[in-house]
């Protein structure tokens, strides 16, 4: 499912404009990442947990030479499924 097919999922689901919908999508994922950036986790309980982690640097090896390459430091995204979630795709 695409971000297009989620709005317009919300929009049947709230009855809500597919535009109005596609607003609040919007405005939820903006804030999930500014939350992010703060560096603050974002609990949807039911769902699941977004959090920022920090990867430090590290040797990894270009696939295609084998020779060994320096990955730098770096923030990425993790996300921790709820029991909610879990259940309803096991």
Do not use: C, W, Y
């Not at 919300?10 to 609040?24: G, H, P, S, Y």
């Not at 982690?53 to 590290?58: C, L, T, V």
């Not at 090896?61 to 995204?77: C, D």
């Amino acid at each position: 499912m695409r971000k297009p097919e989620l709005a317009a999922a919300i929009a049947e689901k709230a009855d809500l404009t597919k535009d109005q919908a596609n607003r609040v999508l919007n405005a939820v994922l903006d804030e999930i990442t500014k939350a992010l950036h703060r560096k603050d986790s974002v609990t949807l309980v039911g769902f699941g947990t977004f959090v920022q982690r920090h990867r430090g640097a590290r040797t990894g090896k270009n696939p295609q030479t084998g020779q060994p390459v320096k990955i730098k430091a770096s923030n990425t995204v993790a996300f921790k499924p709820g029991k909610s979630l879990k259940d309803a795709v096991n």
